[in-house]
């Protein structure tokens, strides 16, 4: 097997911070990396992920920010709830970007699902954001996660694993795609943990029982917006025109070229350049009012 190359090493080796703080009576925990001083990038995973699908993007993004990688309930090493809703885990997010300490200068980022938490977290609370950022996330159709889980493709009741090289080896993104090895490799070993008689995913399956989000529940924002998309990934360049005039004809829809839905997957560099540039030109620009 070809070794990983040195910067995701460097990334996985990079000094992280964990953290929790309590939403709605659940514990959420999250991941910190950079300097506590700076202002913050929030990072949130989509469906059945978790925080350290983000542990080689994150280092990347420490240049003058703090960035926090969250896990939302039913999640990664977070509580788990009776209901989930994408208005609970915006809350949920806005308690982490509170918490850090810099939230009128924080940036949200969401891929997918999380993407859609983060877009409905700047509806209902922009003034309290500078920005918000959702990758591939198919505002009109149900994310992939959520319309597997919905035909019973996936996303059922957990299976447990006799050991953790078996439920490592059952990993798979959904949607299926192409994959850098080292890095599919580090988040399916993330993703599992104990159980009764060996080893399970960390999700809980009832997270696919929640409300969608639809363009008419986005309104003109308080803060800037952006959107990003795979170029062959889930939202069309017809739906990235749609929340274009959805949302005022301000937000930038920014394509990255090759990449497939789960774009820390396939292209990781490639993201962490986009949104970089896009991160550099919100500082030195002046919003639309």
Do not use: N
């Not at 070809?2 to 929790?20: E, I, N, R």
């Not at 990688?69 to 039913?74: H, M, Q, Y």
């Not at 969608?212 to 889930?234: K, N, Q």
Request: with cysteine.
């Amino acid at each position: 097997m070809t070794p990983p190359p040195a910067w995701f090493s460097a990334a996985l080796d990079a000094a992280v911070q964990p953290g929790t703080t309590t939403v709605d009576g659940a514990s959420i925990a999250y991941r910190m990396w950079g300097d506590p001083a700076h202002r913050s990038i929030v990072l949130v995973h989509g469906g059945a992920a978790h925080s350290r699908w983000w542990d080689h993007i994150a280092p990347l993004l420490t240049s003058g920010w703090r960035v926090v990688a969250v896990d939302l309930s039913g999640h990664g090493d977070s509580d788990r709830r009776d209901r989930y809703s994408l208005d609970t885990w915006a809350r949920e997010v806005l308690a982490v970007v509170t918490e850090a300490g810099t939230a009128a200068a924080s940036v949200v980022i969401g891929h997918s699902m999380g993407g859609l938490v983060t877009l409905r977290l700047a509806t209902l609370a922009g003034s309290q954001i500078a920005g918000a950022v959702a990758i591939d996330s198919p505002v009109r159709d149900m994310a992939p996660e959520d319309r597997a889980a919905r035909q019973h493709r996936a996303f059922g009741p957990l299976r447990v694993y006799p050991t953790p090289e078996a439920a490592v080896a059952r990993f798979r993104p959904i949607p299926d795609q192409p994959t850098l090895a080292y890095i599919a490799d580090h988040v399916a070993a993330t993703s599992i943990r104990p159980a009764e008689g060996g080893w399970t995913w960390k999700f809980d399956p009832q997270v696919f029982a929640r409300d969608s989000l639809t363009p008419e529940l986005l309104t003109r924002l308080d803060c800037r917006v952006a959107l990003f998309r795979a170029e062959h990934g889930l939202v069309t360049p017809q739906q990235g025109e749609v929340l274009y005039d959805r949302l005022g004809r301000v937000a930038p829809v920014i394509e990255i070229p090759v990449a497939a839905h789960h774009i820390m997957l396939d292209q990781p560099v490639a993201l962490v350049a986009a949104l970089r540039t896009l991160l550099a030109d919100w500082d030195h620009s002046i919003p639309h009012g």
